[in-house]
């Protein structure tokens, strides 16, 4: 019973879904059916929808045969109306066919008109068109007939820039004919034709550059000579009229003009042609000399290209390699200034390039890389100026590479680079300029010396006076006094060598300016500088004229009167290096003058040498003796030589009166002795083995011409007697002989106030035994067949006992 209700309601839902398929197929489009015919095939119920359908076109049949029914008279009413329309409708077809075969016939021409209007608006439609494209098109040309007129006229950065509208801007909007494709495909080529040919302008800018860098550096010397000038010029205003101005530079920069052989390399060179100015003129800036544009343009250029870092690795490379060859001095530099000025005006055109390239660009180069070659280029520039200064012998040259250096420095310093150490390395030089100061002076003081008369300078007038007086402190009271014509008692070698003492002490101070010294530190320089001067070179001088084999004794005494002089002027030159240096000598530290020592050996010296040349006179006169040692004459008078020896020394003392009297005393001395030594030794000497009492007297009498002339005074300051004790041994020795006084020396010896004092048994031995061998000699002659006479015998054995008594004292006093 229940599968019973079960089917029934299968049976009921299955109609229902019969029901709506058919709704759905009366209610849809026919093409829109096949969903919904296939949704009863894919069921099992389709025997039973097929029976559905059928009854249902069945209902439809019986409907519209009820509505035929219906509407059947009318119907028959339309057909009979139709069947008349037809006739009709003939007719008309007929009238249209005649009509429009009339019309064809009429209209053929307008067709042809049609047709021709037809192929116009085509054209003008394709004419239309290609205008469009061709608005397209020209400025993509436009541009790129531009692009190529920059690179022919070389603006290459425009073109650049004409290039990247191109590219990015015209060619897009085209970007599908092929001539477009034509200028991509070339776009590239374009970019390395320009690359290459502002790199090439690049090259040609850093070639001109180093060619002309002198040129720059040169101007940029000149405007900071100008500068330092004007800086003078306002700080001694207001001191006009106080002091001593310091003498004018030597130093002077000369022009040089830059011929340009082609407007192209005027123009691309990154150098402008530049006048000479006058002195007088404004000095145009390093900068206005050179065209920077090659470097900006290039550095754009790759900047915008994508390549700026390897732009500035290739800059940097090659200015570094430009570097090295400016710091390359040439072999001969130190031979002229103009090898230095030359050498600096490189350097300083090539950091003028340098610093105005970190200023205007940013980052081509930076300041750790300026710094770089600032150090290499400080390093190998002060060790070529150490190694080619070292060559210099001329004072002058070394001072103007002073004044140059100075300038050089002061230029760079502007531009902020650290010169300290060109500062240190003058004061190197500045020793090196003191030794060649010191060669320089040597040779003025040999010409001084070689060519003084070495006599006191002669006045015949009040102006001549002043003159002298005026070039060399001196003051005498005296000599003011005495009238017209008088003498100074130095020579003309004094007030020249003062004044060169002051030329060099001037010439010391030239070096020291613009050194940013204190004046202490000027001050110590140029006294331990003329220190030197005093204590080597001029002491030297004055050895080499003191030891000089043709110099005499007047020379030598003017030599002392001369030093005397010069060391009493020390002082003055002490206070004109303080007027000059502003700092007082009771400063700390200051060092003083060793003048005063320098002349006292001098001095010193030449009377050493006074006393050696007189004794060589003394000797020259004694060689000239002639003495008969043998003879029994007695004479009456001195030797002729002994005679002209004392004449010698009275004028040669006579000459001494300007001399110290200590000096003149020293020298009376000391002749005196070494005259009594001299005349001893030849008393004494062993050739003369045997001597007369006769030769003995002779003796004597000179002896006692040179005891006169020692009484005499021959210089003053010598107390009574003490100028004779010279004599005193030959005096006691010549006594005892003549006056045969043996008892009272042999009886008297050792006590001190004895008589023979003064004799040596020695040296009495030795003349004893010589007037024995006479004795003996001449007795053996005339009595050579005979006895000895008694007196004659007598004397030869007092002779004997005299001898063995001092051996005795000899061999006593020796034991």
Request: include cysteine; aromatic fraction near 8%; hydrophobic fraction near 35%.
């Amino acid at each position: 019973m229940e599968r019973g209700k079960m089917a029934e309601a299968e049976s009921l839902e299955t109609a229902a879904e019969h029901e709506r398929i058919l709704r759905e197929i009366e209610s849809t489009d026919t093409a829109c059916i096949g969903p919904t015919l296939r949704s009863v095939y894919d069921g099992e119920e389709h025997g039973r929808f097929m029976e559905k359908l059928e009854t249902r076109i069945r209902n439809h049949d019986r409907e519209i045969e009820k509505m035929c029914n219906f509407h059947y008279q009318g119907f028959v009413d339309s057909i009979t109306e139709l069947l008349k329309v037809r006739g009709e409708a003939q007719k008309l077809k007929n009238q249209v066919t005649d009509t429009n075969r009339k019309l064809q016939h009429e209209g053929k021409e307008l067709v042809i008109a049609m047709e021709e209007l037809k192929q116009c608006r085509l054209q003008q439609r394709n004419i239309s068109a290609t205008v469009d494209k061709l608005m397209l098109c020209l400025p993509v040309l436009e541009m790129y007939s531009k692009l190529r007129d920059q690179m022919k006229t070389k603006r290459h950065y425009p073109a650049l820039k004409t290039l990247e509208h191109l590219e990015h801007t015209y060619l897009p909007q085209v970007s599908h004919y092929r001539f477009c494709k034509v200028m991509v495909d070339n776009i590239p080529k374009l970019r390395e034709e320009i690359k290459d040919v502002s790199m090439s302008d690049l090259k040609d800018f850093l070639e001109s550059i180093r060619k002309h860098s002198d040129k720059i550096g040169e101007t940029a010397m000149k405007q900071a000579q100008q500068q330092r000038n004007l800086d003078n010029i306002v700080l001694q205003q207001p001191r006009i009229g106080s002091k001593r101005k310091s003498k004018k530079d030597a130093y002077t920069i000369f022009d040089t003009e830059i011929e340009s052989t082609s407007p192209k390399s005027e123009q691309d060179s990154g150098i402008l042609d530049v006048e000479d100015e006058e002195d007088d003129e404004e000095v145009p800036g390093a900068q206005d000399l050179v065209d920077f544009s090659p470097v900006y343009r290039c550095l754009h250029i790759y900047s915008v290209l994508g390549a700026r870092e390897t732009f500035e690795n290739y800059y940097r490379k090659q200015r570094r390699k430009q570097a090295r060859l400016v710091l390359q001095p040439p072999s001969n530099m130190h031979e002229t200034l103009d090898g230095y000025r030359k050498y600096f005006n490189q350097i300083v055109g090539f950091f003028v390039v340098e610093d105005h390239i970190l200023h205007t660009t940013q980052g081509l180069v930076n300041r750790a890389y300026i710094d770089e070659l600032w150090e290499m280029a400080l390093s190998k520039t002060i060790a070529a100026l150490r190694t080619h200064s070292s060559y210099c012998s001329d004072p002058n040259l070394v001072l103007d590479l002073k004044n140059l250096i100075v300038l050089f420095a002061d230029t760079l310093q502007v531009y902020g680079f650290p010169v300290n150490q060109l500062f240190d390395m003058l004061l190197e030089i500045r020793d090196q300029y003191s030794e060649t100061l010191l060669k320089k002076w040597a040779g003025i003081f040999r010409n001084i010396l070689d060519s003084d008369n070495y006599s006191p300078i002669p006045v015949t007038s009040e102006e001549m006076y002043k003159k002298v007086v005026g070039q060399f402190p001196f003051q005498d009271i005296e000599l003011e006094k005495q009238p017209f014509p008088k003498k100074f008692p130095f020579s003309e070698f004094v007030p020249k060598v003062y004044n060169q003492i002051k030329e060099f002490i001037y010439a010391c101070l030239k070096f020291s300016e613009d050194l940013h010294l204190s004046s202490t530190e000027v001050d110590d320089m140029i006294r331990k500088s003329t220190n030197l001067l005093l204590t080597r070179t001029l002491s030297n001088s004055l050895q080499n004229v003191i030891k000089r084999k043709n110099i005499g004794l007047t020379e030598l005494v003017q030599i002392i009167i001369n030093t005397t002089h010069l060391e009493k002027s020390c002082k003055y030159l002490e206070e004109f290096i303080t007027n000059i240096t502003n700092v007082l000598p009771e400063t700390v530290h200051t060092t003083k003058l060793y003048g005063t020592t320098t002349f006292k050996d001098a001095r010193h010296a030449a009377e050493e040498e006074i006393y050696t040349n007189l004794n060589q006179k003394i000797d020259q006169f004694l060689q000239l003796a002639d003495y008969d040692w043998m003879t029994g004459d007695l004479g009456n008078k001195a030797s002729d030589y002994l005679v002209d020896l004392i004449a010698f020394l009275r004028s040669t003392f006579a000459v001494f009166t300007h001399l110290p009297g200590k000096v003149a005393q020293t020298a009376c001395m000391s002749a005196c002795k070494h005259l009594a030594t001299s005349l001893m030794q030849l008393l004494l000497e062993a050739e003369v083995r045997q001597l007369t009492l006769g030769a003995l007297q002779q003796f004597n009498l000179d002896v006692r011409e040179c005891e006169q002339f020692a009484r005499s005074g021959p210089v003053p300051g010598f107390q009574e007697d003490t100028l004779q004790l010279a004599f005193i041994d030959l005096r006691q020795l010549l006594d005892l002989f003549i006056q045969w006084d043996w008892s009272t020396y042999l009886a008297d010896y050792g006590q001190p106030n004895c008589k023979y004092l003064r004799v040596n048994p020695v040296t009495a031995l030795t003349l004893l035994e010589k007037i024995s061998r006479e004795m003996k000699d001449t007795s053996r002659k005339n009595n050579m067949f005979a006895q000895f006479r008694k007196n004659e015998r007598d004397k030869q054995k007092l002779i004997d006992t005299v001898a063995k008594q001092l051996r005795g004292l000899i061999s006593s006093h020796h034991s």
